[in-house]
C-alpha cells in the first residue's frame, strides 16, 4: 500500500518551506460526515479505505475514467484490454473488454454512461456496449495509430478521433465509416469537443493547438503557447476552458468564451514532468471546475487550485509514469493510472 509519509518541518531547507507545503495523501481536513476512519481521521468519500488499490492489468495502464455517475472507473492499458471496476466495496473488476489489437491509449464513456468509446495505436476507435461488454463499432478509417478520442457532451452521438496520419476524424455513431475529415501537416495526440459540440480542439506535434469549425470544416483560431507536443486536453465542466498538457511540462488554461481577449492563455501551472517515455499524459477537471490534475512521469499525483495556481497535493505511490489522473464526479475522490501496471483511487 501506499506509504504516508509525515512532514517534518525540522530540518528543512528555507526552500522547501517558502511555498505552501503539498499535502500528503492522509492529512486533509473534511467535514464530510462519513466518520472518522481507522486512525482516528474524518472519511471524505465512499471508498471501503482513504486508498484503495487496483491491481489486474498485464501492463502498463494509458488511461482511465470514471462513468458519469461515479459507480465504474475503466481503464485501458498497453495490454490491449479494458477493465471495468467497482467503485464501490473491494473495487473488483468485473468485466473485461477484449477486441483491440494493440496498447488502448485514450479511452471515453459517452454521456449516458451506456458505452465506451477506445482508441488504440492498431488504427482503429472502438465503441463498447457496457452491459454486455460487447464491441458494438469498430471504427477503422485511420491509416496509422489512434491517440485520442473524445466523445459529445450533449446532441447527436458524435465521436472525435485524432491520430498519427495527421487527421482528425468526426464518427455518428448510428452512421457507417466517418463523416468529416480534418487534415492537419502533423501528428493529432489530442482531441476535445467544445461544449455546445460545433467546434472540435486537436492538438499534437507542432505545439499548436487548433479549433476547427465543424459547419466550416476548417481551423477558425490556433491557440499558440506550448514549447513541445500536446499529451492531453480537456473541457472545463462549464464549457469556457480549455486544459491542456504538454511535453514542455506545462499546463495552460486557455479562456474559450466567444469574446475572450487575444491572448486566450489565462494561467499557466507548473510542477509535474515528462521524460524520455514521451507517453501521452493527460488531465482534466474537477467536476466543479476548481481544481485541475495531470499525469506526470515523476511518479506523483499532481493536484493544482485553478484559482490560485498553487499544488494542493502532490501524492506518492506509484512505482512508474503517472499517465491519467481523474476525479470522481460526485466524491473526494481522485483515480490515478501508471506505467506500473497500478491503479489508486484515494479520497482528498
Not at 471524505?44 to 482513504?50: A, Q, V, Y
Not at 483491440?100 to 465506451?116: C, Y
Not at 465521436?159 to 487527421?167: C, E, K, L, P
Amino acid at each position: 500500500m501506499m506509504q504516508v509519509v509525515p512532514s517534518s518541518r525540522e530540518g528543512e531547507s528555507a526552500l522547501s518551506v517558502a511555498g505552501p507545503r503539498p499535502m500528503e495523501w492522509s492529512t486533509v481536513p473534511h467535514s464530510a460526515p462519513q466518520g472518522p476512519g481507522p486512525n482516528g481521521k474524518q472519511r471524505t468519500s465512499s471508498l471501503l479505505s482513504p486508498i484503495m488499490l487496483l491491481a489486474g492489468h498485464q501492463s502498463a495502464i494509458y488511461t482511465l475514467k470514471f462513468n458519469p455517475s461515479g459507480t465504474v472507473i475503466a481503464s485501458g492499458s498497453h495490454d490491449r484490454e479494458i477493465f471495468l471496476w467497482n467503485v464501490q466495496g473491494e473495487c473488483k473488476n468485473f468485466m473485461v473488454l477484449k477486441g483491440h489489437k494493440n496498447a488502448i491509449l485514450d479511452l471515453h464513456w459517452t454521456t449516458d454512461g451506456s458505452q465506451i468509446i477506445s482508441a488504440s495505436p492498431d488504427k482503429t476507435l472502438r465503441a463498447w456496449d457496457i452491459e454486455t461488454g460487447k464491441q458494438i463499432k469498430k471504427m477503422a478509417e485511420h491509416s496509422s495509430y489512434v491517440n485520442s478520442c473524445c466523445s459529445s457532451r450533449r446532441g447527436p452521438p458524435l465521436v472525435v478521433s485524432g491520430s498519427d496520419d495527421g487527421t482528425a476524424k468526426l464518427w455518428d455513431m448510428r452512421q457507417r465509416g466517418a463523416i468529416q475529415t480534418f487534415p492537419d501537416k502533423y501528428q493529432i495526440t489530442a482531441v476535445a469537443f467544445s461544449d455546445a459540440s460545433d467546434k472540435i480542439f486537436s492538438g499534437g506535434i507542432d505545439n499548436d493547438v487548433k479549433v476547427w469549425d465543424l459547419r466550416k470544416g476548417e481551423v477558425i483560431m490556433t491557440l499558440k503557447g506550448h514549447q513541445d507536443t500536446i499529451t492531453g486536453m480537456t473541457l472545463s465542466p462549464d464549457g469556457s476552458y480549455l486544459l491542456t498538457n504538454a511535453m514542455d511540462c506545462k499546463l495552460c488554461i486557455w479562456d474559450m468564451r466567444p469574446y475572450a481577449p487575444q491572448n486566450r492563455c489565462v494561467k499557466i501551472l507548473e510542477g509535474h514532468q515528462h521524460n524520455f517515455e514521451k507517453n501521452l499524459l493527460k488531465c482534466s477537471w474537477s467536476p466543479d471546475g476548481s481544481k485541475v490534475t495531470a499525469g506526470s512521469s515523476d511518479r506523483m499525483v499532481y493536484i493544482w487550485d485553478t484559482t490560485t495556481r498553487r499544488i494542493l497535493y502532490k501524492l506518492p505511490g506509484h512505482t512508474g509514469s503517472v499517465n491519467e489522473c481523474v476525479f470522481h464526479p460526485t466524491e473526494p475522490i481522485v483515480g490515478s493510472c501508471s506505467s506500473d501496471k497500478q491503479i489508486y483511487l484515494g479520497e482528498i
